[in-house]
């Protein structure tokens, strides 16, 4: 992708985003599945395959594609989600190039990423965060000597039919782009809400980053005071490492696909990804493809792309080498995909 030219990657207040996260291919009858992960439909963790994804993002004809440069796998020894999510972090760290910036969705946490060592990073926050100040407020004359700073609201909310007002920010910037007017609210030199006032506390800037075609903000947190502009585009930039799963579980088939090996249970969603990569690139490089007649503005998307190549006759018109062949047996008569992987209980003897 870089070797041909037409990735060009974005640059904010001099860092490139590089974009962290997980995914997982659900596996509910896999006997002693090595992880669990939250699936939404049944309302608790089922057995899944979890992967971890670091990605460069860039832009292809104005099209955001992600590049995958580390999959994580689980640690056989601590496979819970939680050890994946810190290696993850740890790894991210490593190969963090002086010019990158890591960005994180809400489902990994400030406290992760300083004990990892991170001396900058985007990550999206909870509504309901709170954080501290780092400076100790004056001794109201009674009582203990205050140890934690001021508590630090970013959104006002409602608990219990009580709203509780949103702390004032130290500064508001405004910027436009593309004719819409942003609003960005922040707090600096903050701390996590459970540690106490010291100097040598590693401290963050939180933002509120308003967009008037939307209800809720985002609200971000990085330890750089980066402009209001830069730290929308780096999160923003996040969002196509979602699309690498997308393409591939959804588009390519991969959430349908099972193996039962443990190597294979790994090794199959890592090409799965690979493939999802590749056919999410070449969709955004070649023309856009009609699915139909009624397609009149088609878009160059790996579902367009994918419909094509189902009706092409690959593999049979690709030259293959010699030493690959099709093997000549009879197969149509058996069963298929998961109707294949059933099995059925001998009946009792009688």
């Known amino acids: 992708m870089r070797a041909q030219r037409q990735w060009q990657v974005q640059q904010y207040d001099g860092y490139y985003p590089k974009a ?13 599945c090595p992880s669990k992960h939250y699936y939404p439909p049944a309302e608790k963790a089922l057995p899944a395959i979890v992967l971890g994804l670091i990605a460069r993002v860039g832009s292809i004809h104005g099209q955001r594609v992600a590049l995958i440069t580390e999959l994580v796998r689980i640690d056989p020894e601590a496979p819970s989600e939680a050890k994946l999510q810190t290696r993850v972090v740890l790894r991210a760290a490593e190969t963090l190039a002086a010019d990158e910036m890591p960005v994180f969705d809400a489902g990994f946490k400030i406290r992760e990423l300083q004990e990892a060592g991170l001396d900058r990073y985007t990550v999206r926050l909870a509504t309901n965060f709170t954080a501290r100040r780092n400076v100790l407020p004056a001794y109201e004359g009674h009582g203990r000597w205050p140890e934690y700073g001021e508590l630090v609201r970013p959104l006002a909310r409602t608990r219990q039919g009580k709203r509780i007002p949103a702390t004032p920010p130290d500064r508001v910037e405004t910027w436009t782009e593309r004719g819409i007017e942003f609003r960005a609210e922040f707090w600096d030199n903050l701390v996590l809400s459970n540690v106490k006032v010291h100097p040598d506390n590693p401290t963050f800037h939180m933002g509120a980053i308003y967009d008037p075609r939307y209800r809720d903000p985002w609200l971000l947190a990085c330890p750089l005071r980066l402009s209001s502009p830069a730290l929308r585009g780096l999160y923003r930039d996040r969002w196509p490492v979602e699309q690498v799963p997308l393409a591939a579980k959804q588009m390519l088939g991969g959430a349908r696909q099972f193996v039962f090996a443990p190597e294979s249970c790994q090794r ?10 590749i056919v999410t690139y070449l969709a955004a490089t070649l023309p856009a493809i009609p699915t139909g ?3 009149r503005d088609p878009k160059p998307t790996p579902g367009r792309l994918r419909r094509l190549l189902a009706r092409t006759p690959f593999p049979k018109s690709y030259p293959l080498p010699e030493r690959l062949r099709k093997k000549d047996a009879v197969s149509g008569h058996l069963p298929k995909g998961i109707l294949g992987h059933r099995r059925t209980k001998p009946a009792a003897s009688t």
């Open 20 to 32: 962290v996260d997980l995914t997982a291919y659900w596996h509910p009858t896999l006997k002693g």
């Open 268 to 277: 199959l969603p890592e090409l799965n990804l690979l493939a999802g990569s």
């Open 293 to 295: 007649f009624w397609d």
